[in-house]
């Protein structure tokens, strides 16, 4: 049976720590919970000794006002007048529309998770896990205190300017489109949640095999590669490149490697 060295259970210790402090923080979103879309993705991770989730949000689509002097709830200068995480109709937008004072815009922001893993090869794992789902703009930060935090994010969002200073620059039947846009592109986002979580059952299920059979996990994970490399000469640091199934490609970056950044003592 291998050992941990001391500096290793150091740090072990203390991720616990972190872990027990998070998740007995109060819920301080918009929203006060976990959305439902994900509950059982967060629920699953936060039930493994490596990892735990920060924040999440399943995907919404939301209507957000400009003006400083907005209604409903502020957030930066800002107000939202219309925020849901389901399909949205063209109704409800005209009358949220109606309170807007400053430049109001249309947004579908998709899925966007963090987790905290415990070292950089169970926040590679799961980025992994992330790239094959989709989500090719996940990318992993190392601080210099030891926290090894994954972002899962991808880029089929949407953003589209409806009026300026409180006048409506687009007809109702622009707006009936771009909700149709909104609405299929969080109909793909939820397809995606879906794929990340079976992905994941997966690789946990893998990681437990490979676990309690040494030899099986020095010969099938020597190093963290995937289907392809990037050119030795372009690649920097700890940069790798992803390639994901093409029915996924056009939709976002063509560069989803790894971004591995190192933050101050203070991240």
């Known amino acids: ?26 819920d301080l979103s918009r929203k006060g919970s976990v959305d439902e879309d994900v509950v059982e993705l967060v629920q699953v991770l936060n039930a493994q000794e490596q990892f735990f989730t920060t924040s999440s949000c399943a995907g919404r689509i939301l209507l957000r006002d400009g003006g ?5 709830v502020q957030k930066q200068n800002c107000c939202w007048l219309l925020v849901t995480h389901k399909p949205c109709v063209k109704d409800d937008v005209i009358v949220a529309l109606k309170k807007a004072n400053g430049d109001a815009v249309l947004k579908f922001e998709p899925f966007v998770l963090h987790v905290q893993c415990r070292q950089l090869q169970d926040a590679q794992i799961l980025h992994s896990v992330a790239i094959d789902s989709g989500f ?3 990318g992993i930060t190392v601080g210099k205190r030891g926290k090894t935090m994954l972002a899962v994010r991808s880029t089929h969002g949407l953003e589209v300017p409806l009026s300026h200073k409180g006048k409506l620059m687009v007809t109702e039947e622009y ?33 437990a095999i490979s676990n309690s059979h040494p030899k099986i996990k020095e010969k099938n994970n020597p190093s963290y590669t ?25 939709d976002d970056d063509d560069n989803p490697g790894i ?5 101050p003592e203070d991240y």
């Open 1 to 26: 049976m291998q050992t941990q060295s001391p500096s290793s259970v150091d740090r072990s210790a203390e991720f616990r720590r972190w872990k027990a402090q998070s998740l007995s923080k109060a």
């Open 226 to 250: 995937h289907k392809k490399k990037r050119n030795p000469e372009k690649a920097h640091g700890k940069s790798i490149t992803e390639e994901n199934n093409k029915e996924l490609e056009n």
């Open 136 to 138: 090719r703009n996940s």
């Open 175 to 207: 707006i009936d489109f771009l909700l149709n846009v909104a609405n299929q592109k969080m109909e793909e986002n939820k397809k995606r949640i879906g794929r990340f979580y079976n992905c994941l059952q997966r690789a946990l299920e893998r990681e």
């Open 68 to 72: 400083i002097n907005g209604f409903e």
């Open 259 to 263: 971004n591995v950044a190192i933050f």
